[in-house]
């Protein structure tokens, strides 16, 4: 019988549309779930939304509408973009659907009938955190804010409560016998060094907010927005439904995949609050870490977010998915940008990935006529090099190191790209036609693709669907055996096709200097494989440093350059002469508010064109993730002033 596999991921808050960092989540749980599948588990993967508390009170009430109509306009946003990123969870429960309810008022029967002191009324005071909806520890607080700088309120409040304290050594039993319990390690250690503190009951109902499940007998309050969500990963199998077949299939729950910020809730509470209802645990917590923009986490509250749907918009969603995937190294945290975005596209994508592919399919359709080349190779190099790699791949993705397991992939292509430069087999085919040779090189490259793509599947899936077709192979045939060497037919029908991943425009798209330089020369494809590596941080001798000639210049003339979004042409005097320069930062300065102001240039770059135009130096900016911000000096000085 298929092994049962039970994912879910957190349930966002609905009170605003889902960021980057939501989605990313979303990804990564439909990557672990497309894997298990093809490797014949039997999988339920659920997500689904947060909807009641204070936040989605608060929001409604901001909008003038009531709370269930901001969720149901919310709602529908999560459903248009998880169909659009080919999420393939099998459910989706809302927290305010009936069968919900049913599932949060039957853990809390269950709680009362088995030790019945464990939820009690009592009255609390204390350091409460609204953004978070908890108390805080004293020790924890410190001018008006708590650790993650929320502000906190003295509130005096007369609570249900649940006997959390009485959990405090089953839950540090608990990890000391289940070490994976939660993941990555890190965060294992900080729950158990939390929890070592000794723990404080928790208050689990609110009176002073009406938008939630009343508690059972009495209706003055409702029941603790957290309490309420953790429970949806329950209810959504039925539990305490008249047919709970599923709940009593399904759970435990193989994987709760959230992220770093929410490890207390599904580590410690959650935990408990089965304990106390004599409901088994979840095998493991798993914890990503935070997308962030400028190294501040990307939040709904501080407005810094990236949308994922006008990337997807135009780079299409395999591109969004591998680049969060392979952007992240799991359990750490991952900036965001425009720009790492195109390097990675390009590099990865367009270059590596694409061009790999449609170099061997051209080949074999114009050497083999239309088709995979007649004969097979059952020894050879890259036979060699795809058996060693795909037990280190499987390892990766069950280890959840998505972006370990791409590394793997791209070292079989680089094994691809240094197989075919060094067998030139376009020189074979003048030599000798399209003999048996030249038929198991061409073979042995597109199996080798095959295997690649069998590999990204789970990432890219509609992407590996198209190339597997145009490889000749039926693309559902990404099942627990397709990793294995052979499975390419031969003298099937191929399709070369245009580039699976077009090129990005990169100077077009972000209008700034620096990316037109990543545009490749002219001349064949390049085919070594570029991996993204950390900025070189040589340090420079002073010497080196006064080779650049950085001046004070004053911008005498500006204009927009026509059909760029971000460059803008600027007349500058250097002391000596006028000269024209071309920076990108259109999307902060206006024409108008340039000329007159004194900034600061490089006088001795070589002369770019830039549209069309020559530019004879560059603007020093401060870049804000793409937003310029112009370095300026005193008005006073004058022009050409040497800068060092
Ligand atoms: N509603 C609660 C979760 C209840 S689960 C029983 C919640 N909602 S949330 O909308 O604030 O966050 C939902 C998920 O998105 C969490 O796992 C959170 O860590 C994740 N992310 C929110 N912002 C994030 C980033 N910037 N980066 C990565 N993921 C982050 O918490």
Same mark, same amino acid.
């Given at each position: 019988m298929a092994k049962k596999f039970y994912i879910t991921t957190a349930i966002d808050y609905v009170n605003d549309d889902p960021h980057i960092g939501h989605m990313y989540e979303k990804v990564m749980a439909d990557v672990i779930a497309r894997h298990r599948r093809r490797m014949g588990d039997d999988v339920w993967f659920l997500t689904g939304t947060d909807e009641h508390g204070q936040k989605i009170e608060r929001a409604a009430a901001k909008e003038g509408i009531l709370?269930?109509?901001?969720?149901?306009?919310?709602?529908?946003?999560?459903?248009?973009?998880?169909?659009?990123?080919?999420?393939?969870?099998?459910?989706?429960?809302?927290?305010?659907?009936? !069968?919900?309810?049913?599932?949060? +008022? #039957?853990?809390? $029967? /269950?709680?009362?009938?088995?030790?019945?002191?464990?939820?009690?009324?009592?009255?609390?005071?204390?350091?409460?955190?609204?953004?978070?909806?908890?108390?805080?520890?004293?020790?924890?607080?410190?001018?008006?804010?708590?650790?993650?700088?929320?502000?906190?309120?003295?509130?005096?409040?007369?609570?249900?409560?649940?006997?959390?304290? !009485?959990?405090?050594?089953?839950? +540090? #039993?608990?990890? $000391? /016998?289940?070490p994976d319990f939660v993941r990555p390690r890190t965060r294992l250690n900080e729950v158990v060094a939390f929890v070592e503190q000794g723990l404080r009951d928790l208050s689990i109902s609110r009176t002073a907010i009406t938008w939630g499940i009343p508690f059972p007998g009495n209706p003055d309050h409702v029941i603790y927005v957290w309490m309420d969500a953790l429970t949806n990963y329950i209810s959504a199998l039925g539990f305490g439904s008249a047919e709970d077949e599923r709940f009593r299939h399904d759970w435990p729950a193989d994987v709760h995949l959230i992220g770093k910020d929410i490890v207390r809730f599904h580590a410690v509470y959650w935990p408990a609050f089965l304990m106390a209802a004599g409901v088994e645990l979840p095998k493991q917590v798993v914890a990503h870490g935070w997308w962030l923009r400028d190294n501040v986490k990307i939040s709904k509250s501080l407005g810094n977010v990236v949308r994922p749907h006008e990337i997807i918009d135009t780079f299409g969603v395999d591109p969004f998915r591998y680049y969060v995937v392979r952007e992240m190294v799991f359990g750490q945290d991952a900036n965001y940008s425009d720009q790492s975005f195109i390097t990675r596209y390009n590099a990865d994508l367009a270059n590596d990935l694409g061009n790999t592919l449609s170099r061997a399919l051209k080949m074999s359709d114009s050497y083999f006529g239309g088709k995979t080349p007649p004969v097979a190779c059952d020894d050879n190099d890259l036979l060699r090099a795809a058996g060693a790699l795909a037990p280190e791949y499987l390892r990766a993705m069950d280890e959840l190191a998505f972006s370990r397991a791409m590394d793997v992939a791209w070292k079989l292509l680089v094994a691809v790209n240094g197989y075919i430069v060094s067998r030139e087999p376009w020189k074979m085919f003048k030599e000798t036609g399209a003999d048996e040779t030249l038929s198991r090189v061409i073979w042995n490259s597109l199996e080798s693709l095959r295997i690649i793509w069998v590999?990204?599947?789970?990432?890219?899936?509609?992407?590996?669907?198209?190339?597997?077709?145009?490889?000749?192979?039926?693309?559902?045939?990404?099942?627990?055996?397709?990793?294995?060497?052979?499975?390419?037919?031969t003298n099937a029908p191929i399709r070369a096709g245009d580039p699976i991943f077009p090129r990005i425009d990169a100077a077009a798209y972000m209008g700034e200097t620096k990316m037109e330089e990543t545009k490749p020369s002219a001349g064949p494809p390049p085919i070594e494989t570029t991996q993204a590596a950390p900025p070189d941080l040589a340090r420079v001798s002073i010497e080196q440093f006064m080779e650049i000639d950085l001046r004070v210049a004053e911008v005498r003339a500006a204009e927009r350059v026509p059909k760029s979004k971000k460059l803008i042409k600027m007349t500058v005097f250097t002391g000596e002469e006028e000269r024209t320069l071309v920076a990108g930062i259109a999307t902060k300065y206006t024409p108008e508010e340039l000329v007159g102001r004194k900034i600061v240039i490089v006088a001795n770059l070589e002369p770019a064109r830039l549209m069309g135009i020559e530019s004879n130096g560059m603007a020093l900016a401060a870049s804000i993730d793409g937003e310029p911000s112009l370095l300026s000096v005193d008005p006073n000085v004058p022009s050409g002033t040497k800068v060092k």
């Open positions: 709370p269930i109509e901001l969720v149901d306009r919310v709602v529908a946003q999560y459903h248009e973009l998880l169909r659009k990123l080919n999420i393939s969870n099998d459910d989706f429960v809302r927290t305010t659907e009936p !069968r919900h309810r049913i599932g949060v +008022l #039957e853990l809390i $029967r /269950r709680i009362q009938e088995r030790i019945p002191d464990d939820i009690y009324l009592g009255e609390h005071a204390g350091w409460y955190c609204q953004t978070e909806e908890t108390f805080v520890p004293e020790n924890q607080v410190r001018d008006g804010v708590d650790q993650d700088g929320h502000p906190v309120e003295w509130t005096t409040e007369k609570n249900y409560f649940f006997k959390l304290s !009485r959990y405090t050594e089953p839950l +540090l #039993e608990h990890y $000391r /016998r289940n590999m990204l599947a789970p990432v890219m899936p509609a992407t590996a669907r198209e190339a597997l077709s145009r490889l000749g192979v039926d693309p559902e045939a990404i099942d627990a055996g397709a990793l294995q060497w052979g499975k390419l037919p």
